[in-house]
């Protein structure tokens, strides 16, 4: 399984990127579709979730300006990021998660630079 993100972008404070995930195979094998972030000097944290039932989750700190979304067609998952702060600064990372009885499989692809300038 490979993930490819793509969106990578310097913009300023205000404004939106959106984030493209690609999948080397049908998205709807996977239970689970997550971004996370690692800003520098910071641990990973969990950003937003899609599950394959089409359920989304998102961190406290961009519920309301954060969108998860997918295109089945595509083998897609995006993140449509509006109202940007330097606080997102990060490197975005996309996951993938096939939840098994003893332990999931994840799968990460590589991850794509957001710069949010003050």
């Known amino acids: 399984v490979q993930l490819q993100a793509f969106g990578e972008g310097l913009v300023q404070a205000g404004g939106s990127l959106r984030l493209s995930c690609a999948a080397s195979e049908t ?5 689970r579709m997550v971004w996370y972030r690692q800003a520098p000097g910071k641990q990973r944290e969990f950003v937003a979730t899609i ?17 998860i979304s997918r295109d089945r067609a595509k083998n897609s998952v995006y993140l449509q990021m509006n109202s940007l702060s330097p606080e997102d600064t990060a490197v975005y990372l996309c996951n993938a998660v096939r939840v098994r009885a ?4 994840k799968y990460w692809g590589q991850g794509t630079q957001v710069t949010v300038s003050s």
């Open 51 to 67: 599950t394959d039932s089409g359920n989304t989750d998102y961190a406290d700190s961009v519920r309301g300006r954060f969108t």
């Open 102 to 105: 003893i332990v999931d499989q």
């Open 27 to 31: 998205i709807f094998s996977f239970n």
